[in-house]
């Protein structure tokens, strides 16, 4: 019984460690590297969801381009 306590506070222990490492880790690269975002309405037609559909399409937005100012002609920007 008392292998079994032990064994388990083991695995709490590592969980939580790789909570507090995974959390930020993974924060930090949503907020300044790419994060994924739904396109959702008729807004972005033709490029974007063609032909009227209710499905959303998922887009990556690459917050590292804008970061560097390497917007060019043709890319899709996106304004919260």
């Known amino acids: 019984m008392a292998q079994t306590q032990g064994f388990g506070k083991r695995y709490v222990k590592a969980f939580f460690k790789g ?3 995974a959390v930020p880790v993974t924060v930090t690269f949503l907020d300044r590297v790419a994060c994924v975002a739904r396109v959702e309405g008729a807004s972005m037609q033709p490029s974007l ?3 009227g559909r209710q ?3 998922v887009v990556l937005l690459n917050h590292w381009s804008i970061r ?3 917007v060019q002609r043709g890319d899709i920007v ?3």
């Open 19 to 21: 909570f507090f490492v």
């Open 49 to 51: 969801n063609p032909g």
């Open 55 to 57: 499905e959303s399409d």
């Open 68 to 70: 560097n100012y390497d």
């Open 78 to 80: 996106s304004l919260v």
